[in-house]
């Protein structure tokens, strides 16, 4: 039987690499994991549960794979209720951060997120998408940006203003608010980088064999047709090899 063939694209937070992983996607026809989600949407059950994130593992990674989750019509649901902008707060962040550091939560998601590899294909977004989810995927991605760029991005859309006009209000010093957001968002995201990167289960990192791409000078377009590119060379070269 051919093997579902896979795109991993891992990075750290605001990188940018959801937009692009859902454009090539789109592009291909293939399915879309977006991991972050169901962290986020482990953490969401685990808030709304009442438990203690930073209490015992078990009672955690028990609701984490037994959440009624599904992803319909764009949107993402917890049992009934479509919880999509809830999951996408700084607090459900930081909070998918905290738990993913648990094995025995990692160990619970692991079966859910492979069962979305599907024909004709699938393109993962993560953290750990090539290093232990789908080890065997036919091109591997690390998308990465620089933490001030990425700062830039995440409050540009926090403050729903374009980027170019929160990038030049900030540096030169022009709203202290936009400032001030700035400011805490990068915090946050240096923050969450140390966590994703220094935790001993599935560190953040790129992966031998990976493919790295900076798109801190990259438009979206650009970063999403490289990966195309890249995937085109894997698909002929494995074409040509059988
Ligand atoms: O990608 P996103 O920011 O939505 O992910 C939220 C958090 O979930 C990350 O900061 C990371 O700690 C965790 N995560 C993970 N492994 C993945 C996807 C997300 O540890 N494959």
Redesign the pocket.
């Given at each position: 039987m051919k093997a579902v063939p896979i795109i991993a694209i891992d990075g750290p937070?605001a990188s940018g690499k959801?937009t692009v992983a859902e454009r090539v996607a789109a592009k291909l026809g293939f399915h879309y994991l977006?991991?972050?989600?169901?962290?986020?949407a482990a953490a969401l059950a685990a808030l709304q549960a009442g438990l203690d994130l930073a209490g015992a593992a078990e009672p955690i990674a028990a609701l984490a794979g037994a959440m009624p989750l599904r992803f319909a019509g764009g949107a993402v649901w917890l049992g009934d209720a479509d919880v999509s902008r809830q999951i996408r707060s700084e607090e459900c962040?930081t909070s998918?951060?905290r738990i993913?550091?648990l094995p025995a939560v990692?160990d619970a998601l692991l079966e859910r997120q492979r069962a979305f590899a599907a024909a004709p294909g699938l393109v993962a977004?993560?953290?750990?998408?090539a290093s232990v989810?789908f080890q065997s995927a036919a091109l591997k991605v690390f998308l990465t940006a620089g933490v001030n760029e990425r700062a830039w991005r995440r409050t540009a859309q926090l403050a729903t203003i374009p980027l170019n006009d929160a990038k030049g209000l900030i540096e030169k010093e022009k709203d202290a608010k936009l400032a001030i957001l700035f400011d805490s968002v990068l915090t946050d995201l240096q923050e969450?980088d140390r966590?994703?990167a220094g935790r001993s289960a599935?560190p953040l990192k790129q992966v031998e064999g990976a493919k790295l791409l900076d798109t801190t000078q990259l438009s979206i377009d650009e970063a999403v047709a490289r990966v195309l590119g890249w995937y085109r060379e894997v698909s002929e070269a494995q074409a040509g090899a059988v």
């Amino acid at each position: 039987m051919k093997a579902v063939p896979i795109i991993a694209i891992d990075g750290p937070s605001a990188s940018g690499k959801g937009t692009v992983a859902e454009r090539v996607a789109a592009k291909l026809g293939f399915h879309y994991l977006d991991s972050g989600a169901i962290y986020r949407a482990a953490a969401l059950a685990a808030l709304q549960a009442g438990l203690d994130l930073a209490g015992a593992a078990e009672p955690i990674a028990a609701l984490a794979g037994a959440m009624p989750l599904r992803f319909a019509g764009g949107a993402v649901w917890l049992g009934d209720a479509d919880v999509s902008r809830q999951i996408r707060s700084e607090e459900c962040g930081t909070s998918a951060s905290r738990i993913a550091a648990l094995p025995a939560v990692r160990d619970a998601l692991l079966e859910r997120q492979r069962a979305f590899a599907a024909a004709p294909g699938l393109v993962a977004d993560g953290r750990d998408m090539a290093s232990v989810v789908f080890q065997s995927a036919a091109l591997k991605v690390f998308l990465t940006a620089g933490v001030n760029e990425r700062a830039w991005r995440r409050t540009a859309q926090l403050a729903t203003i374009p980027l170019n006009d929160a990038k030049g209000l900030i540096e030169k010093e022009k709203d202290a608010k936009l400032a001030i957001l700035f400011d805490s968002v990068l915090t946050d995201l240096q923050e969450r980088d140390r966590r994703d990167a220094g935790r001993s289960a599935a560190p953040l990192k790129q992966v031998e064999g990976a493919k790295l791409l900076d798109t801190t000078q990259l438009s979206i377009d650009e970063a999403v047709a490289r990966v195309l590119g890249w995937y085109r060379e894997v698909s002929e070269a494995q074409a040509g090899a059988v």
